[in-house]
């Protein structure tokens, strides 16, 4: 059985996390060279934003590998053994679905409506089995041509082999499933906005 190993970050989302922490550094570096004084007071905000920014569109990735799928999100990471995904789903993001949680996946957002008013049957080729609903119906964002959908087939396929091939027949180990909190960014997205908030205040 071969396996397919993915290592998935949106490159739109990585642009749009430069831009903004770059137009902050801007700013922030204008506000200095305006008035240090008011800098100290008014460049918090910028500093949140440039955070906020980094955490929401450059850090969320996706592993698949073949001892389970890694899921960094904005807040947490978690790793999910094979035997632990009981479905996936592509409603509003890639999710997966254990038995005790819902894991999103915040790099592969469902596709925007304009995106899947485009899409035709041929985008569908090669869906497995287990996206079909109770009628046999799939949403547009189970399209292979799109990242969510993509990605929520290449998982699929991994795990519907190892099912068939009876790997998955043993179930989930204790403690398979990990969620690690990133403190770090918690701590800095929370000082930043209270020290924005402080200084808006004064």
Not at 49 to 65: G, K, M, Q, S, Y
Not at 122 to 145: I, M, N, Q, Y
Not at 178 to 198: D, Q, Y
Request: proline residues 7%.
């Amino acid at each position: 059985m071969s396996f397919q190993e993915v290592h998935y970050r949106p490159a739109f989302g990585r642009v749009l996390s430069v831009v903004t922490m770059v137009l902050c550094a801007a700013a922030i570096g204008a506000l200095i060279w305006d008035d240090p004084l008011s800098a100290l007071r008014y460049a918090w905000p910028l500093v949140f934003v440039a955070i906020l920014a980094w955490a929401l569109f450059w850090r969320p990735e996706l592993h698949v590998e073949p001892h389970g799928v890694t899921v960094v999100n904005v807040l947490r990471t978690h790793f999910l053994p094979w035997p632990a995904v009981q479905s996936i789903d592509t409603r509003f993001a890639l999710t997966l679905q254990t038995r005790t949680q819902r894991v999103p996946v915040w790099a592969t957002p469902a596709p925007g409506r304009h995106r899947a008013l485009g899409l035709a049957s041929k985008d569908f080729d090669g869906v497995g089995a287990s996206a079909r609903g109770p009628l046999g119906e799939l949403r547009p964002s189970d399209a292979v041509s799109t990242p969510s959908g993509n990605l929520a087939q290449t998982i699929r396929g991994q795990w519907e082999e190892l099912r068939a091939a009876g790997f998955l027949a043993a179930g989930e180990e204790p403690g398979g499933e990990k969620t690690t909190w990133h403190v770090g960014t918690i701590i800095a997205l929370v000082l930043t906005a209270a020290a924005a908030v402080l200084g808006l205040a004064l």
